[in-house]
């Protein structure tokens, strides 16, 4: 073999070796949007199930506002099958769209039914509400949280997927740019919500 042949095939294993470490970074990447995924739907899980227990122990003191304990189960049950649908596919950004937007309803639901145990100063004394309260409160920081990690993650695999060269190997092997979750979409669903009883 001539040397012009070696020289060749040396480049041609260092651009193969280049493609196979930029595609298991991106592959890397994407798990790591899954798994930032999965500590949310941890979060999500735990919430809805909190979600029943307050409305229950609310239930004796709200009697006469059964439609708006009703709203908030109704918007629980909505928000955990958006849930488990995105859990099912972490990676669709329909999915995902779907989710945020049953997690809008079931916030304002939530703020309702704050708002209107406000009211109730026998509610607000209970042990029961006061700790479920401080448990879902709790809840809302660690989604929160879960969320900013994945549009960590998310931001970091886009920007390795768009960065020429890499995004030759990205495009080639299909790694699409991933959607961030955004919790808001207008100002009145970026008022804080108010969880204190």
């Given at each position: 073999m001539s040397v012009t042949t070696w020289v060749w095939l040396a480049v041609a294993a260092v651009v193969l070796f280049w493609a196979v470490g930029v595609y298991n970074r991106l592959v890397r990447l994407k798990n790591a949007i899954a798994n930032a995924f999965g500590q949310i739907d941890v979060q999500l899980r735990r919430r809805y199930d909190l979600i029943p227990n307050l409305v229950e122990a609310a239930r004796k003191y709200l009697a006469h506002e059964s439609q708006t304990l009703e709203a908030v189960i109704a918007a629980r049950n909505q928000a955990r099958a958006a849930e488990q649908t995105a859990a099912g596919s972490p990676l669709n950004a329909g999915a995902l769209g779907a989710l945020m937007g049953a997690e809008q309803v079931l916030g304002?639901?939530?703020?309702?039914?704050?708002a209107v145990a406000e009211a109730y100063p026998e509610l607000?004394?209970?042990?029961?509400?006061?700790?479920?309260?401080?448990?879902?409160?709790?809840?809302?920081?660690?989604v929160g949280f879960a969320r900013q990690a994945y549009n960590d993650h998310v931001l970091e695999f886009n920007d390795a997927a768009a960065q020429f060269p890499a995004v030759i190997v990205a495009r080639l092997f299909g790694f699409l740019p991933q959607a961030m979750l955004a919790s808001t979409t207008s100002e009145e669903q970026r008022e804080t919500l108010r969880i204190q009883l």
């Amino acid at each position: 073999m001539s040397v012009t042949t070696w020289v060749w095939l040396a480049v041609a294993a260092v651009v193969l070796f280049w493609a196979v470490g930029v595609y298991n970074r991106l592959v890397r990447l994407k798990n790591a949007i899954a798994n930032a995924f999965g500590q949310i739907d941890v979060q999500l899980r735990r919430r809805y199930d909190l979600i029943p227990n307050l409305v229950e122990a609310a239930r004796k003191y709200l009697a006469h506002e059964s439609q708006t304990l009703e709203a908030v189960i109704a918007a629980r049950n909505q928000a955990r099958a958006a849930e488990q649908t995105a859990a099912g596919s972490p990676l669709n950004a329909g999915a995902l769209g779907a989710l945020m937007g049953a997690e809008q309803v079931l916030g304002g639901a939530l703020g309702r039914l704050f708002a209107v145990a406000e009211a109730y100063p026998e509610l607000k004394a209970d042990q029961t509400i006061r700790e479920l309260s401080e448990e879902l409160s709790s809840t809302e920081n660690r989604v929160g949280f879960a969320r900013q990690a994945y549009n960590d993650h998310v931001l970091e695999f886009n920007d390795a997927a768009a960065q020429f060269p890499a995004v030759i190997v990205a495009r080639l092997f299909g790694f699409l740019p991933q959607a961030m979750l955004a919790s808001t979409t207008s100002e009145e669903q970026r008022e804080t919500l108010r969880i204190q009883l």
